[in-house]
C-alpha cells in the first residue's frame, strides 16, 4: 500500500502547531507497519530547507489564472524522517520563510496543490491513496474527480483529514479563473454559502473523511463554523480517528532539548531538575506548583481569559503559584499577557513567540499544564504534558474529554472542568493546589501519568483499516 499524504506542514520541516506534529509522525508509523508512506508540503524557506539536502525529482510549470510558475519536486535524500519526504518548490509563490499569513495565501496554496496534481499525473504508477490534510489541501478530491487534466486520477481513493473545521480557506468566485479546468456541471461541489470553500468542497468529494478525535466528530455535526449541515448529510463517511504523539521524539529519557532526563520508574529527581532549571532561567521560586500554557494565543485556545485567570488566582492564592505563558499570535491577547507582567510580577513570566526548545522544557518543567481551549479537535499538548508527568488541566471538550479523566473518578489522573472562564479555571486551580500539597499522591499520579501509551502504534492501524476499507 503507498499514502500520499499532503499538507501545508510537516515536523521538523515546517511547523506552525499540531497538522505538523501529525504529519511528520503518522507516516513514520505507517512504515513500521509495512506501508510505504510519502509526505508532500511546499518548499517554504524555513531553517530546514537551508541545511537539508534534496534531489529534483521533477519539473514542471503552473498557471494561477494568467500567471505562470516554473516549479520543482525535490525529494530530501537522506530520509531522515523515517519516510520518504517532497518539497513543492515553486520560486515567487512559495519561497517565503513562513507558512502562514501573505496577502496572496489563496494563490500560493492553489499553486501548491496544482503542482502535486501535475506531478502525480506524471508518476509511472498510482499511489493506493491520497490522504489530504485540512483546507489547504481540500480542493484535489474535486479536481482529481472533475479536472480534465486529472483524468487519469480519478480511481486513487482520496481521505480527508479534518485537523480544524474552524479555518475553511474560502475565496470568492470573482477568483475560480485561477483553477486549472474542470467539469463546469460540478461547480457546485465547491460551493457554500455563496463562495468557493475548500475545506466544504473536500467534505463533499473525499472518498472518506475523518476529524482527529471521536468527541470532535460528535461536536462538528452540531457546530461546525457554518458546516455542520454539511456534515450531517455526509455523516455515513465521516469517523472520527485519535492522533497519538510521535513517543521517540516526545520521550523525556532522551528529549535532546531537557537538561536532565527522565523516566516513568524514576522521574522525581529528572523532572525536579528540570522546573529548577526554568525556575533559574525565569526567576521563579522552584518550591511553587509551576502552571504552564503552550499554544497559539487565539480565542480557540481559551488564551484570551489566561490574563484573567493568572490575575485572579494570585490574588486568590498570593504567592502560592507560579504561572509561565509561551505563546504567539492574536495582538490584543498577546498585549494583556504583557501587560499583566507589571501587577502579578513575582509569579508570572511570559514568553511570547514560538520556541521548538522551550516548549519541551516546560512541559518537562511544569506541575500543571492549562488547557482552557473552547475548541480542541484532539490536542496534541495535553498528551504530551502527560508523557512528561505534568496534569494537564482542560476544559471538556472535543479531544481533550477523549484523552484525560478527572483524578476525582475512577482512574482518573488530570483535572477537568466545563467552561473557559475565570470562575471555573479558577477552581480548578484551587484543586491543583490542594493536590500539590500531598506529593503523595501527585507523584502517584505522575507515575501512572508517564506510562499511559499514546503513541501513533493504534491510530496508524486506525489509519490503514479505513484506507483498505476503500480497496
Ligand atoms: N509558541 C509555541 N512555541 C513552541 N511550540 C508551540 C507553540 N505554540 C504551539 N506549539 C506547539 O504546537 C503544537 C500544538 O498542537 P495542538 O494540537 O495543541 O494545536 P493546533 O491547534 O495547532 O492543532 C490542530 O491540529 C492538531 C493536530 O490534529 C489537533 O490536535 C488540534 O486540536 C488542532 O487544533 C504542540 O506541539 C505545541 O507544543
Not at 17 to 44: C, F, M, N, R, T
Not at 53 to 58: A, D, G, K
Not at 63 to 82: A, C
Request: charged share 20%.
Amino acid at each position: 500500500m503507498e499514502i500520499l499524504h499532503v499538507s501545508a506542514e510537516c515536523y521538523p520541516a515546517a511547523k506552525v502547531g499540531g497538522l505538523a506534529d501529525v504529519v511528520g509522525a503518522l507516516p513514520k508509523y505507517q512504515v513500521h507497519e509495512g506501508a510505504i508512506s510519502k509526505v508532500v508540503i511546499p518548499a517554504y524557506r524555513t531553517k530546514f530547507f537551508h541545511e537539508q539536502h534534496f534531489e529534483i525529482v521533477h519539473q514542471g510549470g503552473v498557471w494561477i489564472g494568467r500567471d505562470w510558475y516554473h516549479f520543482n519536486v525535490l525529494k530530501e535524500e537522506k530520509n531522515i524522517l523515517g519516510f520518504d519526504l517532497y518539497l513543492i518548490d515553486i520560486p515567487g509563490l512559495l519561497d517565503q520563510p513562513n507558512v502562514y499569513g501573505y496577502d496572496n495565501d489563496v494563490e500560493r496554496f492553489l499553486g501548491f496543490q496544482i503542482a502535486v496534481l501535475d506531478w502525480l499525473n506524471e508518476w509511472k504508477h498510482l499511489p493506493s491513496i491520497v490522504h489530504c490534510h485540512d483546507h489547504h489541501t481540500g480542493l484535489i478530491p474535486f479536481l482529481m474527480q472533475y479536472g480534465y487534466k486529472y483524468s487519469h486520477l480519478k480511481q486513487v481513493p482520496t481521505i480527508l483529514t479534518i485537523h480544524n473545521a474552524q479555518y475553511q480557506g474560502q475565496f470568492g468566485w470573482d477568483r475560480v479563473y485561477l483553477l486549472p479546468s474542470f467539469d463546469l456541471w460540478k461547480a457546485g461541489l465547491l460551493d457554500w454559502g455563496g463562495a468557493i470553500n475548500p475545506l466544504a468542497c473536500a467534505i463533499k468529494c473525499a472518498w472518506r473523511v475523518n476529524t482527529v478525535s471521536p468527541g470532535y466528530m460528535r461536536e462538528l455535526l452540531e457546530s461546525a463554523n457554518g458546516l455542520e449541515g454539511l456534515l450531517r448529510m455526509e455523516q455515513s463517511k465521516c469517523s472520527g480517528i485519535l492522533n497519538g504523539i510521535d513517543a521517540e521524539v516526545w520521550d523525556p529519557a532522551t528529549d535532546p532539548y531537557l537538561p536532565a532526563h527522565y523516566e516513568a520508574a524514576a522521574f522525581e529527581e529528572g523532572k525536579y531538575a528540570n522546573k529548577v532549571a526554568i525556575c533559574e532561567s525565569y526567576h521563579l521560586d522552584p518550591s511553587l506548583p509551576l502552571f504552564v500554557f503552550i499554544g497559539r494565543l487565539v480565542k480557540d485556545k481559551g488564551a484570551d481569559v489566561l490574563p484573567e485567570i493568572i490575575y485572579r488566582a494570585s490574588q486568590d492564592h498570593p504567592g502560592a503559584a507560579n504561572f509561565l505563558v509561551l505563546g504567539s499570535g492574536d495582538s490584543e491577547i498577546t498585549y494583556h499577557l504583557s501587560q499583566l507582567q507589571h501587577s502579578v510580577a513575582n509569579n508570572y513570566r511570559f514568553y511570547q513567540g514560538y520556541n521548538e526548545a522551550l516548549s519541551h522544557q516546560l512541559y518537562a518543567a511544569a506541575d500543571f499544564l492549562l488547557m482552557p481551549s473552547r475548541v480542541e479537535p484532539c490536542g496534541l499538548n495535553q498528551m504530551y504534558a502527560l508523557r512528561y508527568g505534568t496534569i494537564p488541566m482542560v476544559r471538556r471538550t472535543g479531544g481533550l474529554q477523549d484523552t484525560v479523566v478527572d483524578f476525582g473518578d475512577e482512574g482518573g489522573f488530570g483535572i477537568r472542568f466545563e467552561h473557559a472562564s475565570a470562575w471555573d479555571v479558577g477552581y480548578a486551580i484551587r484543586r491543583a493546589l490542594v493536590l500539590y500539597q500531598d506529593q503523595h499522591q501527585i507523584n502517584q499520579l505522575r507515575s501512572r501519568v508517564m506510562q499511559i501509551d499514546h503513541s501513533w502504534n493504534t491510530a496508524a492501524h486506525h489509519y490503514i483499516n479505513l484506507y483498505t476499507s476503500l480497496k
